[in-house]
């Protein structure tokens, strides 16, 4: 019998994974990847990073050279080289060298698909002027350093403040540049809740990165020998010698589209848990594909190297006659945005409510460390569960530090279908220089477990905004310190310190009527608050979830 | 109906939590805590960092004052008070108040005993010399600060090289002690493997504390008025301003035996799993009582802070007349030596092996960040598994960053049953400043995957270092870079670097006779050359699990 030819159209993550997993089970196979670009294997992620040098060499991000693949692994990759067509009923692709414009056909037994993704480029009025860049390709970041590095380049805008723009953001200003963001939609960090994101636009500001929500950019101004000038958003201009554009990607899904393999509702290849497409030995893996929510069941488009690279290796294995499969996805994605992490895992609340569970939701404070270990700094972690069944669906978590542990603990824990109660005794590594003795993630479940045996009643600062705004009857109780609250409080707030409570309780005596809402710094006070309430007769209080700190409207002065 | 009384033995972690989380659920009991000492609730995991300056006040460390928990809790705490007698017939304790020696007979409905730990005083020659100390109380911590501070204090051993003994070697030093460690066993941190402790002693020897493994303690010398002088070994006489006594601790159970409580096979109390003793009404919890392993299902006692926590909350919530019950621990554990993080969490190799699993290993040695994220550092995991069902038994993690984070997560696995297929996808949040694309996590279960398929085969270090001894047959090769292999190689390594093995595979045919062993660094490029070396026939290669790295005997140089 000959060998297998397995064919690989795309060289980056998913690609590439595929090829060295399909040579590792299979070492007579024969391997060919395509790739249209000058380079496989690199590390696109690290792009922001490169463009303003804190990633050093190019040579730091591009993996592996198409000579180690053949050296090591046997795999051909020929690069600078496009597939035009693919041809399954006669399992063959036709490929384009792009440097001869030669074509040829190429036979194959089992293909995988890692074609990738395109930036969204919106038809906008002179889009196409010079320095308008995307953030995609090694020559996008190689392009992008250069005109930053060079004279004249003061002023950068970005339209689009997700990940990437996010991350080109602090790139730029640490490159020297004077940097703002325009975003569409009404928040920065669209995948996050909008206290969390609130508190990003914050950081942004206060870095020195303007920051404009919920703004339309109708088009672009400048010249055609010097490129953009001017972003022009339906609310200002902005002076541009630099614009990146980072508002999505879609999948390339053209060659598949045409060979009449099946796509999902999400708009990118339809796989199943071997990676196969609709079509017999057509593989497909990476940002091209979709994947199943694990918490919703549902098929999801997540388009991140992560992912790309675990499915690879799954479609490798397959497309080289193994057996494996890929169970899909949280997602869990996480970004540094100058001194804060934020990251996120499974569902937000939105999502969540979306996607038709009955949702409950914990926001608490916790330092990162032991409190007195130096450097401590309070964690935000928003976390949500399942009313029904208690699962947790997902969480969100902002601080200086320790983010990126608790994100992927609490990814663990949600992979595995964890409860509140569960969650609550996690058995995480406990020492004064990493964690509390009782971890921000138990502190939240047990919030949660709180909840749900009523012995903690809580208001959102949204909901607190809008029972303030329509004016109903109710008392609002400040229970911080004296300085805190002349520092500033929620107006109309009566202010008694916590441990002035018991012997003061009678102040609230006629006053509560409707309602007693009770807030503090973070609402631990608070809580422990409106247990004495109860204790001393005067009713179930409700608390501010998170305390003043997501108070995100005007304060008072004392 | 009289409201309930709760009495609590005990004011620490355990104790303190117990009484909130009673009082939160049942605002009506009466709640007492009787504490020998002067304070309730302090961090005393945060000793050896106090005794440094570190932590700077005392003040730091104490969370909360009995003045505190009654104007917040309606909490009772009696400090400088010691429960004498406990009569289960009757339900009441007798209390001594150590001020003024009277005695006092209090009844309970519930009681709960927090009664922690005492450290081991071995029966050793001047044990009672001043300047020995142990670190438990605050007490402690402070009396070792005022002497280390004071003049003529500049020589410092360590007995014991545990947790709190390398805690405390780290802060002797940064106080300006010169610093000996002597330990019993064989090797430094007992419950870690031996290849992660050699990182640890090699790391303690590099900042200048001098390590002495496998060395008994005869005795001291010294003499009354300036105490102790010299630690007698059966190896040395080491110079001694100060001593720490660090060889563990043991559970506080005589009033429990003396009230014929069951004690469980640790000698800890035994307790179910609301925390109840055998007494009825009686319930126990944190140091002083046993738990359940949830990997082996039998009874272990681990005296740590994060757990004595966990517990308090569930004793005191069924003291209080609710319902909880706290599952069990994996355990998990972390210390911080100078510039290195350990961690472990599960059972390690020889602890599941005693367990009676049927034990697979991996060791790998990826980055903590992208490749080429500035900082980033490799990092050793040790994972384990269980052959038969390929569940994940135990992780040992050793790094400067993100040790803590990969612990954590593994933790969170581990405590939810998770198998090598499930961990090797597990949704951990990926961006370049925080992990590879492929995190540690996944790539060490990916080579456990690959070892039960049978694509990777593997020798340990020490194997190798007894195959070596016993001299029989076989050839070892190194496949790293002419000049990793000159600065240093395995004695008798044959030398071809990955990148040339195709083309000089000529050169093993003939000299392999028995087995072929490869190894590189990290057991990455070891890895390929296996794969290399079956495609081109030359059968089945072993790799040095973890690369040289491992390697803890003599090197040859070219």
Redesign the interface.
């Known amino acids: 019998m000959a060998p297998l030819t397995l064919v690989i159209v795309g060289g980056n ?1 998913a690609g590439m994974k595929a090829a060295s997993r399909a ?3 299979n ?2 196979c024969r391997i060919m990847v395509f790739e249209q670009k000058a380079y496989v294997s690199y ?1 696109a ?2 792009l922001p ?1 490169f463009t303003s040098g ?2 050093k060499e190019r040579q ?2 591009v ?1 592996r050279s198409p000579q ?1 693949f053949k ?4 795999i051909d990759v020929h690069t600078g080289h496009k597939v035009i067509r693919l041809n399954p009923s006669d399992r063959t692709i036709t490929v384009k060298n792009l440097q001869t414009e030669k074509e040829q056909t190429v036979f194959f037994d089992n293909l995988i698909l890692t074609t990738g993704v395109t930036p969204v480029i919106p038809p906008l009025p002179n889009i196409n002027l010079h320095r308008i860049f995307t953030v995609k390709t090694l020559e996008d970041g190689e392009a992008i350093r250069q005109y930053i590095r060079g004279e004249g380049c003061k002023e950068a805008v970005i339209v689009g403040a997700g ?1 990437i723009g996010l ?1 080109m953001a602090e790139n730029l200003h640490r490159a020297g540049l004077k940097v703002s963001v325009v975003e569409l939609l009404p928040q920065v960090l669209p995948p996050f809740s909008p206290e969390i994101a609130f508190s990003v636009e914050k950081h942004l500001r206060e870095k020195g990165v303007e920051v404009f929500p919920g703004e339309r950019v109708k088009g672009f101004e400048g010249d055609e020998k010097q490129g953009v000038k001017r972003v022009v958003t339906e609310q200002r201009e902005l002076k541009a010698d630099l614009v990146i554009l980072s508002i999505g990607v879609r999948p390339n899904i053209e060659l598949a589209k045409v060979a009449n393999i099946t796509l999902g509702p999400t708009g990118a290849i339809q796989v199943n848990e071997r990676m196969e497409t609709s079509m017999s030995s057509i593989f497909a893996a990476g940002d091209c594909a979709e994947t199943k929510s ?1 918490l919703t069941g549902k098929p999801v488009w997540v388009p ?7 499915q690879g ?1 799954v479609a490798g294995e397959n497309a080289a006659g193994g057996i494996a499969t ?2 899909g ?8 945005v100058f001194d804060l ?1 934020i ?3 499974g569902l937000n609340e939105q999502e969540a409510i979306k996607a038709g569970f009955a949702v409950e939701r914990s926001i608490v404070l916790p330092f990162d460390k ?5 450097g401590a700094k309070p964690l935000l972690l928003k976390m949500i569960a399942d009313r029904m069944t208690r699962r947790i669906l997902g969480g969100e978590i902002l601080g200086e530090a ?1 983010v ?10 949600i ?4 409860t509140c109660e ?1 969650l ?12 509390p ?3 921000a993630l ?1 502190t939240g479940a ?1 919030v949660l477990l ?1 909840k749900f045996s009523g ?1 903690y009643t809580a208001i959102s600062a949204d909901e607190l905004k809008q029972k303030i705004d329509r004016g109903g009857p109710f008392l609002l109780l400040d229970v911080r310190t004296a300085e805190e609250y002349q520092a500033g409080h929620i107006p109309g707030a009566l202010h008694i310190p ?2 002035k ?2 012997e003061r309780s009678l102040e609230l005596k006629g006053k509560a009527t409707g309602a007693l809402v009770v807030y503090c710094g973070q609402s631990l006070r608070s809580y ?1 608050a409106s ?2 309430l ?2 001393l007769g005067l009713g179930e209080a409700i608390n501010l979830e998170g305390g003043i700190r997501m108070w995100r409207w005007e304060k008072e002065k004392a």
């Open positions: 993550a040579r590792r089970l070492p007579d590390g992620c690290g990073y804190v990633v730091d991000l993996v180690y050296s090591v692994g046997n990940l991350e694990l991140l190297g992560s992912i790309a690279n675990k290796r890929f169970r996805v949280l997602p869990s994605i996480i970004t540094k992490t990251a996120k895992t032991a409190h007195y270990y130096p320790g990126d542990k608790r994100a992927d603990a609490l990814a663990a824990a992979y595995n279908d964890v569960d609550s005794q996690l058995d995480v590594a406990y020492s004064p220089p990493y964690s003795a009782m971890d138990i047990n709180n012995i916590l441990d409570l018991r422990q247990r004495i109860k204790e």
